[in-house]
């Protein structure tokens, strides 16, 4: 659908009408409320709010007349029955305009127009429903939402960039009134409370209000009215750009977020957190940190205490520590990153804790995928571009498939890896080749294990001890393509 913008005298006079009833609607409500309230010996029934002067209306801030940047301003929408509900009067329904919530997946936003007559029987039975007034909303699509990655690097940010961009809820005060609306479908029945319990931290200390999954049952019945609710991309998305071809496309799109908000983002989690940051010597002597897996998780560094050693050793080494995030709460976790100067770790979720290192320290990026299926930095770069970190950044990969070591306990006693031929059975146990023939649950380059050539760490190190003279300097030691 195209856009469409009400702009004639009797739409805005509607409108204004609208939101008049509206505000006398909920200040009757106040009243009944504290009635029951110093009644305390009868029951507090529901109160149910008459919606017939109720009209939704919408204006977008950002519309180029596309799908892909345009963001809309939604005035007394409803959420209802796992549904997004636009209220109108007349004889036809408004034209709502096209908005996309997911580039990747070519989502767009679906909402269900609902005339407020009394001979709709939808409107009379809506009607007659408990009503919750929520002051401003965000609207989002939460991709993957449940990965570490894509919960706490896109997800969140989504939602605070819409909310501060759009709203001014930028994390002051007034915050406690937005109210993020999760409007995935059928979206996943576990909540970030129960499976991402980090992302609900950061929910919680960016708004404090209660957050709800348009699917939830404890809302389906109700309904939710939404004074002010802002859905849509802009013209800046943070998200994974894709496999080459893809990105390609994507960069197109979308540029890099705003940076009022990037760094609002982040001070306002650090100040929720209460993070504490050391005074570093960017001429030394350096503290190191090496962060590292569980062995049964995979990508775990097999030779890491060498590797500490070796480090150690260097030239204005003042200590190398080694950590592990599994043990930690998210608090800690992040505040290992925030006490880093320069950090060493590979490819995983937990990059994105580079939002909280100290502002021209450096990470070092050891890899070991394999480079003819992406450009193996992206995640890291493009993350710290969208987010417009002063952290330095020095990548290197391995080409070398003989340090690759899979986990072969899980592999040896499977039946699928009886039935592999022999040069397959070698392939994986000496050069951690998965095979072609079968497939062998659990065995993929995620779930390597690694040891890391020093020949190749080493140089590296010196290039991130160099580049702490600087602010968000960018090398990569194997020549691969990262985002500047």
Not at 136 to 153: A, D, E, K, P
Not at 399 to 412: C, S
Request: neutral net charge.
């Amino acid at each position: 659908m195209k856009g469409h913008s009400h702009s004639n005298r009797d739409a805005q006079l509607l409108r204004t009408a609208g939101k008049v009833v509206f505000a006398l609607s909920m200040a009757y409500l106040a009243f009944l409320g504290s009635k029951a309230w110093h009644r305390p010996s009868q029951a507090v029934k529901p109160v149910v709010v008459d919606l017939d002067w109720i009209r939704s209306s919408h204006e977008c801030p950002d519309d180029d007349g596309t799908a892909a940047h345009r963001v809309c301003l939604f005035q007394n929408l409803v959420v209802y029955q796992s549904q997004l509900v636009y209220l109108y009067q007349g004889p036809r329904p408004p034209e709502i305009p096209d908005i996309l919530l997911n580039w990747h997946m070519d989502l767009h936003l679906d909402i269900v127009t609902m005339s407020a007559s009394p001979r709709s029987r939808k409107f009379v039975v809506m009607k007659e429903a408990q009503v919750q007034h929520i002051k401003v909303s965000t609207l989002t699509w939460r991709q993957y939402h449940l990965n570490y990655y894509h919960g706490m690097g896109e997800a969140v940010i989504d939602i605070y960039n819409l909310a501060c961009k759009y709203l001014q809820y930028c994390g002051t005060p007034n915050s406690s009134e937005m109210t993020p609306i999760y409007i995935e479908k059928p979206g996943d029945q576990m909540s970030w409370e129960q499976a991402l319990p980090s992302a609900a931290q950061a929910m919680h200390c960016l708004f404090p209000g209660k957050a709800h999954w348009i699917g939830d049952s404890d809302i389906h019945d109700k309904v939710l009215l939404l004074e002010t609710a802002v859905v849509g991309i802009g013209p800046y998305s943070r998200r994974w750009r894709g496999f080459p071809d893809q990105a390609a496309k994507f960069k197109e799109v979308y540029g890099t977020m705003d940076v009022h908000v990037a760094d609002t983002y982040r001070t306002r989690l650090t100040q929720c957190f209460k993070l504490q940051y050391k005074q570093h010597n960017t001429e030394g002597p350096y503290d190191v940190t090496i962060v590292n897996r569980a062995y049964h998780k995979g990508r775990h560094i097999v030779n890491v205490k060498e590797v500490a050693e070796g480090i150690t050793a260097m030239d204005h080494v003042k200590s190398t520590r080694v950590v592990y995030m599994e043990p930690l709460t998210f608090k800690q976790q992040i505040q290992v990153y925030a006490d880093s100067q320069v950090l060493v770790m590979t490819h995983g979720a937990a990059l994105i804790n580079i939002l909280f290192m100290p502002k021209g320290s450096a990470v070092v990026v050891y890899n070991w995928l394999q480079r003819e299926h992406l450009s193996p930095h992206t995640w890291v770069t493009d993350y710290m571009a969208d987010l417009h970190l002063n952290v330095n950044f020095v990548g290197v990969s391995t080409q070398d498939r003989r340090h690759l070591y899979p986990q072969k306990e899980k592999h040896v006693f499977q039946p699928e890896y009886a039935s592999l031929p022999d040069d397959e059975k070698v392939a994986l146990l000496e050069r951690g080749l998965c095979p072609s023939s079968h497939n062998v649950p659990g065995c993929d380059d995620m779930h390597m294990n690694f040891a890391v050539e020093w020949n190749l760490l080493q140089p590296a190190m010196v290039t991130a001890f160099a580049s702490l003279q600087h602010v968000a300097s960018r090398h990569a030691l194997d020549g691969a393509t990262i985002m500047s």
